[in-house]
Each structure stands twice: as C-alpha cells, then as structure tokens.
C-alpha cells in the first residue's frame, strides 16, 4: 500500500499520542517517540506514516500515526522490544493516546 491523500475518507486508523513532556525535557521526549516511530516503521507492516510534532511552547510533543487496523495497537505493544522503548517516555514525560478512525475529510472549497 502506498500511502495518498485522497478527497473521499478511507478507512484509515489513526493514532495520536500526546506527550507532555517533564519541564525542560521535550527535546528527549522527541528524541524517544522518534525512536518508537522509527522502530515500527521499519518492522511493522501497519505502519503506514507519521507525524512528529513539538509544540512551540516547549511542553509537548504529538505523534500521529496512521496505521491499516485498530488491531495494529496490540501489535505494536506485543512486541517486548518496541514496549521498553515505549516505556523509556515514562522517564521524560507522561502520555496519552488514542485510537481513531477517519469520519469526515474536510477540504477547501474550491475557487469558482
């Protein structure tokens, strides 16, 4: 599969994971998701893309990610390798995430 943007909503999986980061701490905190991301892009056939992002504020990093199935969480988290890289997050910062799948695709109006 090659991923695409498309005008019609596809049954894409998306997973976003917000990271706040401990005071002082974001850039590690980027440095580790990077290495979760980097790490399941390179094994995981879910894996379709990423985004990484740190807020301007210096107190957040956000993963989204989009994978082919909701089954592909319990995957990822099977995986003994990819949870103790996981796990170093709890070190620099705290997290959340949640899984989603595409409802609605919102584009521009387009120009008469």
């Known amino acids: 599969m090659i991923p695409a943007f498309t005008n019609q909503p596809a049954p894409t999986t998306f997973i976003v994971n917000v990271i706040h980061a401990h005071p002082g701490q974001q850039e590690e905190a ?12 390179e094994r995981k056939p879910g894996f379709l893309w990423s985004n990484l992002a740190k807020s301007t504020d210096g107190l ?11 089954g592909d969480v319990e995957i990822f988290f099977s995986d003994p390798v990819f949870l103790e890289k996981f796990r170093k997050l709890d070190t620099v910062s705290s997290s959340e995430f949640h899984t989603y799948t595409v409802g609605d695709l919102v584009l521009p109006k387009a120009s008469a």
């Open 30 to 41: 980027f440095r580790l998701i990077q290495e979760v991301v980097h790490y399941v892009a």
């Open 60 to 70: 957040t990093v956000v993963n989204i990610e989009a994978i082919s199935d909701p």
